[in-house]
């Protein structure tokens, strides 16, 4: 189970569910993987459509190594996410609520 007070959200990466979570250090490799902008066009993004699949699997590849992964965006490439790509966008968007905002008691 989840913590969402910590920030966490759930991915099923090749049948194995994986607890991912962005921390301060994970925010900081995000923002260097970004090359352009900042976390705050990141989340403007999400809140506007105007997401990458780039942004997905940044955000994916921070939160799962928050989380503990050791993995890069190379496995993930060749990965089955469970639920597909919207499912990696829907996390991706709940790990940038989370990272931010603090979850409503009855949150999930």
């Not at 301060?24 to 970004?34: N, P, R």
């Not at 639920?83 to 709940?94: D, N, S």
Request: glycine share 14%.
């Amino acid at each position: 189970m989840v913590n969402p007070w910590a920030g966490e959200v759930a991915l099923v990466v090749d049948g194995e569910r994986h607890v991912c979570k962005l921390t301060l250090g994970t925010l900081a490799e995000l923002e260097a993987a970004l090359e352009a902008g900042s976390l705050l066009d990141l989340v403007e993004r999400f809140e506007t459509g105007g997401f990458s699949t780039r942004d997905i699997l940044a955000l994916v590849v921070a939160g799962m190594r928050g989380g503990g992964w050791q993995g890069d965006a190379g496995i993930l490439l060749a990965a089955e996410i469970g639920g597909g790509p919207m499912e990696a966008a829907r996390v991706a968007a709940q790990l940038l609520a989370r990272a931010f905002h603090v979850p409503d008691a009855s949150a999930p």
